[in-house]
T-cell receptor, first 113, second 114 residues
C-alpha cells in the first residue's frame, strides 16, 4: 500500500545533540512538508520541498534543517540550536499537478532527556 | 494572511447525538478548505475537502461540511456520533494546486460519552 512512513515513532535527544527524523513516501508525490505540532497550537510549517534538491523555509525553520536528495525522502534534522524541540513532528506530501490534499505520516514524538 | 479559527477547544456529546464543529476562515480568494481527524499519537486523516461546486460536501465516516461564503464558515457535521469518533478535529484553509500553503486551526477535541 502507498503511504508515508515516519521513523522512529519515539525519539529522545540529549542536550547539545542533533537528531534526524526520517520521512519516506511511495506515493510518487512531488511536494513534501514537515510540521511541528504542540498542544493547543495546531500544526506549524517548518520546511517544505516541491522538487528534488530544492526546499524552502516555513514559518518556524530556525533550529531545523532538511535535505531532499531523493523524491521519496525528506529527512528533518533537529539541531542543538532548537532550544525547545519537544513536540510531535508530522511529515506530509501531495501531488503538485492536481488539487490534491496533503497526506500525512503517523508522526514522530521527540522528547528531551 | 490566511487564518482559521476553531472556537471550540473541547466538545462533549452523547453517543447517537448530532455533532457540529465550527470553523471560520479568512482568505483573500476562493479558499480550498479541509477537515482532518487525528487520533491520539497518530497522523492526520482527511475527512473531506472543498474547492468549488456544491457547497455541501460529503466525506468519509458519515461526515459532511457546508461552505458558507457569506459567513466565512466551513462547519463539520455528523447526524449521529459513534464512540469511535472521539478524536481531535482540525479545519484548514489553503491554496489549490501546486505548493500548498495550508493553515491549520488549533483543533477541537471531541469526547463521546455513552
Amino acid at each position: 500500500d502507498g503511504g508515508i512512513t515516519q521513523s522512529p515513532k519515539y525519539l529522545f535527544r540529549k542536550e547539545g545533540q542533533n537528531v534526524t527524523l526520517s520521512c519516506e513516501q511511495n506515493l510518487n508525490h512531488d511536494a513534501m512538508y514537515w510540521y511541528r505540532q504542540d498542544p493547543g497550537q495546531g500544526l506549524r510549517l517548518i520546511y517544505y520541498s516541491q522538487i528534488v534538491n530544492d526546499f524552502q523555509k516555513g514559518d518556524i525553520a530556525e533550529g531545523y534543517s532538511v535535505s531532499r536528495e531523493k523524491k521519496e525522502s525528506f529527512p528533518l534534522t533537529v539541531t542543538s540550536a532548537q532550544k525547545n524541540p519537544t513536540a510531535f513532528y508530522l511529515c506530509a506530501s501531495n501531488a503538485l499537478d492536481s488539487n490534491q490534499p496533503q497526506h500525512f505520516g503517523d508522526g514522530t514524538r521527540l522528547s528531551i532527556l | 494572511a490566511q487564518s482559521v479559527t476553531q472556537p471550540d477547544i473541547h466538545i462533549t456529546v452523547s453517543e447517537g447525538a448530532s455533532l457540529e464543529l465550527r470553523c471560520n476562515y479568512s482568505y483573500g480568494a476562493t479558499p480550498y478548505l479541509f477537515w482532518y481527524v487525528q487520533s491520539p499519537g497518530q497522523g492526520l486523516q482527511l475527512l473531506l475537502k472543498y474547492f468549488s461546486g456544491d457547497t455541501l460536501v460529503q466525506g468519509i465516516k458519515g461526515f459532511e461540511a457546508e461552505f458558507k461564503r457569506s459567513q466565512s464558515s466551513f462547519n463539520l457535521r455528523k447526524p449521529s456520533v459513534h464512540w469511535s469518533d472521539a478524536a481531535e478535529y482540525f479545519c484548514a484553509v489553503g491554496a489549490s494546486g501546486g505548493y500548498q500553503k495550508v493553515t491549520f486551526g488549533t483543533g477541537t477535541k471531541l469526547q463521546v460519552i455513552p
